[in-house]
């Protein structure tokens, strides 16, 4: 009796064992199309970024810091901060382009 349920067994455990793999499998699929996938392509597209610098371009740092490049080299990035005050920073300390929403002036609010 207890040869034929070991038999059994083992080609239903055979089957069942591929089977466990299956949600294990869909949830690597899902982490990779939802988080992986697109993380690779930001920073794909930051890399871009930081290559096609040139001076002129407003910028803002990973530190918060908004200027207008002045100059570059392979590693770092220099940017005029305010009238003739300069700032050396890393090439990978660039955070992206400054865009006109945060270059605005804040608005005031009135009160009544």
Do not use: C
């Amino acid at each position: 009796m207890t040869g034929v349920a070991y038999a059994s067994g083992g080609a239903a455990g055979g089957a069942g064992g591929f089977a466990s793999f299956i949600p294990l499998i869909l949830i690597f699929a899902v982490f990779y199309f939802m988080l992986i996938r697109p993380q690779q392509k930001q920073a794909k597209q930051q890399q871009q970024f930081l290559n096609d610098l040139k001076n002129g371009y407003k910028v803002v740092t990973k530190g918060g810091i908004h200027g207008t490049i002045t100059g570059l080299t392979d590693s770092v990035v220099t940017l005029e901060i305010a009238d003739k005050i300069r700032v050396k920073v890393s090439r990978s300390a660039i955070g992206g382009p400054l865009t006109k929403e945060s270059d605005s002036a804040p608005v005031k609010s009135s009160s009544s």
